[in-house]
């Protein structure tokens, strides 16, 4: 895969911590002192999931230089739809005008590491002669299903959303190495239990607003994750050929300052490379990683030829990374 | 793609339709005679998308000879989650055992064609050297989002879930050609709208709650597909370089008696090719078109070596066909 462009959106409404702390009777600066983030966006009048991406993605394609009728396919990489039927791509389709196109759009779902999943299958695509050109945008409003009576579950997260224009790389392909790996034995720790056909509306609609809201075990969630990584990011480097002093840059999934402060430590003399935007952007789940790899694109801190790994945790729990060149 | 094992799983429960016309207070017959389904599968007690895709993909294990533990992914390919987060592939990947493998899990879809996208993503992963053995599998629990008020939306829909073992083939790829178009334009055609995070439960409980049925444009989204199929199947078919004569079977996506009734037409003289398990069965969703394709082998009309065309429609609009060598 190469990336050819890349676009990333925040909603217009910007939500601080200090209101937060002000909504919920805290003392004004526990949440930022707590959790080190400040600032987050929340979804406000039309912004919706695909409305966000199509606006990320119209800046992916203008950076790549393409028209959006050039895709191949149009790949949706979100953690909770805007809608179940039918999905995010389909949607983001028809806001780019492709509505009548017949550019195939489909959905890829392994929560926060929904966007790497998505560009591992369009490099397989790439490297099986399916596809040249393919649209990966991943969108979350995290705003829908946050009870900020339980702190450590919701003040961490931010909507947002962000695309990448990626093009079958000439050549050997760009992506160097790719590792994921699924504990299901850890799904209980992060959850979202309402919105599917398990949980429904009827009869009892009190537990039904209780499974609402997303639950999170942190210490749990942090240990099941944080006790495998060492051994994961050992093989998928050495998979990749590659190690992290060649990198340029380390744009992860941004899961929480702690998890940004544990990944630093996990990764020694290469920490000054961990692009960190936390502080004002949260945990965007899915679009939290292409929103890393954006900013560490615009900022300048990666540039053509350079070497990036693309790394981090999801429920489930899962694991996963890319090294990539760009 | 060579298919080594295949599984399907209905629920315990059935509901015929003369029980659904009983309780809508319709004229006993009516139903049946209207929709031409006798009876469907409804999830009941503890049955969930991933109870039902377990059992499946245990089946699929089982003819394949293969243990769980040998599996290089674990695809889910349902419409609707059984719940947001996690996905239903780490559910799965848990049910089966494989809680602490490691054996990476995610989701792709494309609601009613989700099956034929996981399928050949797989296909992908495979001419990409990336997997070996893949398990894929599709549940929906249609049931949970049904308004019997609204017939046409509502009774050909059961419950259900099938799954098949993966591996890749030795020499040329055994998917001969594969084939998406979307239509975005149609997207308002087929929907369902809570459950994501656009509509939410508050503040408008009942707004939410009207949402929480799918809603369908029957004469709408026949119109737009049928207008599209015969060129998008011959297209297929040309890229397959085979003929409908050469087909042992046509397995479709069940979509409804009438839309089977179309796709017979269409085919002509390879009409009795269509396998056809819409009476007893109803549109299954993403499970449809794995069920059918299950439903061909068992009943001895797909072989080894033969030729069969999977195929269908799906909310979005999207159509998407694959001809693939048993």
């Known amino acids: 895969v190469r990336i050819q462009g890349s676009g990333a959106v925040r909603p217009v409404q910007r939500l601080s911590s200090d209101d937060i702390d002000r909504r919920m009777g805290r003392t004004v600066g526990w949440t930022a002192s707590n959790f080190a983030i400040a600032e987050r966006g929340v979804a406000s009048g039309d912004e919706t999931s695909s409305s966000l991406a199509a606006e990320a993605a119209r800046a992916a394609l ?58 591992d299958l369009a490099s397989m695509g790439f490297a099986a002669g399916r596809w040249r050109k393919v649209l990966v945008f991943s969108a979350d409003i995290a705003s829908a299903a946050l009870n900020f009576d339980d702190p450590e579950a919701s003040v961490i997260f931010g909507d947002g959303a962000a695309a990448v224009a990626v093009e079958a790389a000439p ?21 979202l239990e309402a919105g599917g056909t398990r949980v429904r509306p009827a009869p ?19 240990k099941a994750t944080a006790r495998r990584f060492p051994r994961f990011l050992e093989r998928l480097m050495a998979g990749s050929g590659v190690s992290l002093a060649d990198l340029a840059v380390i744009a992860p999934h ?42 560490a694109i615009t900022s300048g801190r990666l540039r053509r030829g350079d070497l990036a790994l693309l790394v981090g945790s999801a429920a489930g729990v899962s694991l996963a990374g890319a090294v990539i060149r760009y």
């Not at 393409?66 to 949706?76: C, N, Q």
Request: charged residues 20%.
């Open 254 to 295: 941004q899961a929480s300052a702690a998890a940004l402060e544990h990944l630093r430590r996990s990764v020694q003399a290469a920490g000054d490379k961990v692009i960190d935007i936390f502080a004002d952007h949260g945990n965007q789940i899915a679009a939290s990683m292409p929103s890393a790899l954006h900013h």
């Open 62 to 119: 203008d950076v790549a230089g393409w028209r959006a009728e050039d895709l191949d396919a149009v790949v949706g990489a979100c953690a909770v739809m805007e809608q179940p039927i039918p999905g995010a791509a389909t949607l983001v389709q028809r806001r780019l005008g492709l509505g009548d196109s017949g550019i195939p759009a489909f959905d890829v779902n392994a929560t926060c590491l929904s966007f790497l999943v998505a560009l």
């Open 171 to 191: 050549g050997p392909s760009a992506m160097l190495g790719f590792r994921m790996e699924t504990y299901g034995d850890g799904a209980d720790l992060c959850r």
């Open 204 to 222: 009892d609609i009190d537990a039904f607003l209780a499974a609402a809201s997303f639950r999170m075990d942190g210490p749990g969630v942090f």
